[in-house]
């Protein structure tokens, strides 16, 4: 039961991490309509960032910004540079572009960091009781983070000039744009956005899970999962199907194997597939 | 282009492909043969790439079932190569039907992450299954080619090399063939129009799962050849980065033109083979290659290179 109980709080984290790299999945489609094949490496990068900073300075919080920052700039080069010269062109080759920075940026650090997995140690080694159990600190301080990150993300959406910004392109970036909204900015913004919050994520997950150079395929495979299970474009609905899928996927690990766990997150998508193509949790448009 | 050039390209070609082991040295005939294997793999996936417009990245599972569904069959029923043939196609077929199925009615992009966690969960499932020989894959022993009236051995790598060369063809010529019936120009106006092709009547999806199916037919084709060259299944052969250079292969040689994937397929091998004798990651230039032909070159080697001569030929 307490080992069930574990599970559960477990799930809750591993989920928070996967919405943090999702709602900048489906942010990014909802805006650009790109499916940012190379987001998990984003996720990677900003692992590896982390795991450099804290081995100079020893401060995890100090890592976690410089990564959020440099691996946005990263994301900004990135859509200046590759995205927007082929935007009008068939989502084919928005799609492919991706592809090939998801290899370019995996072997590179390949090269640089070499094959061994990195550690990092935990920045809180307290525990606490909860629950008739010891839970470690920093875990529930994740989740803390990622609420903290999503309500200033909501904030931001809502109450500020660029916010309202994102939000128009999101539901007519013609209109917005004859509104002198500068949308190719909008677009090299969002991206960013949703490439630092990859990279938050990505070092805020190093200490529980290694770094190492395909972990960004492992957590892109998990983060699809979850946005058509939420609704491509849903934010909300990226964040509930990756708890959802968080606690599926780590009680069923300990339950079962983790093997069934990923072959019961796909049942769910094919379920959801057959059922709601559109996504739980979105309210069709038409 | 005429029947008469077409033919002369034909002859030319054969010609260099039979002649090839003669020629090459031990170590690039094995290439060879690899590269014909992995061609195949790039002209299934243009079917769906090139002539539909949507991009599959798990054709590693197509090609990696046919493979263990060869190898299965040799070791678990002890069967022989027909057989094994059989099987390695059923199966990759029978999964092409269930993923196309269940994502092509909806946007491509769909299609694209449907394609990629099916192959990654049929990837886990072939590495933790101890049936299907885990970490270690299965060994079994290079079957014997029965023609009926004679047997010849396919462990002799001449032999196997002229088997590969056989299907290659084969499979060139009825992929054309495909591409180049109603069928096939109801796929391409699909890629250039679907909203249109959709209101004139035709049914999408079916055309769609159709080609999808189609692909996998020959995705484990090529899986069931490279089985036998190697002569053991590995979870590796159903590795996301097998559907990652498919994609490379059929983008840098010309999506759509059928010969360009293949010409991809040599280039990009060749290259790699080039470049490992300087570094190790040769796939960081190919990666970077990759993106700048995605930018500049979407219509890869064949098809710019198609572009300029039809240009030149109208300036005349």
Redesign the interface.
Known sequence: MQEILMQILNGLVFGMIIALVASGLTLI?GIMDV?N?AHGEFYMVGAYMGWFVIGYTQNFWLALIIAFFFVGLFGAVVEVS?LR??RG?????T???M???S??AQ??I??IFGPIAKEVKEPLITKIPLFALEYPLYRLLIVAIAVVIFISFWFFLQKTKYGTWIRATMQDNVMASALGIPVRLVYTLTFALGCALAAASGVLVAPIFSVYQSMG?TVI?TT??V??IGG?GSLLGSILAAIMIGELQTVSSVLV???YA??FS?LA??GV??IR?QGLFTISKR | MNHKRFFLRLIIILVLLLAAPLVLPKYYGQLLTEILIWGILAMALDLILGYIGIISFGHAALFGLGAYGAAISFVKFGSGLWLALAVGLLVPVVFAIGVGGLSLYIKGAYFTIITLVAAEIVHTIFLSFPIFGGENGLNFDVPMLNLGFFRISLAEPVHYYYFVVFFFLLSYFICRRITQSPMGKVFQALKDNEERAKAIGYDVRRYKIVAFVISGFFSGLSGILYVILQRYANPDFLHFIISGEAVIWTLIGGMGTLVGPVIGTAFVILLGDLLSTWMKNHLVVIGLIFIIAVIFLPKGIVGTIRNRWLLSKSRD
């Open positions: 489609f499916v094949f590759t010269p082929i062109r068939d989502p084919l080759y799609l492919m572009a592809f090939g920075l290899v370019f072997q590179t390949l090269m395929l495979v699809f999962i946005v058509v491509m194997s983790p093997t990923k072959i796909f998508l094919i597939l057959l193509p």
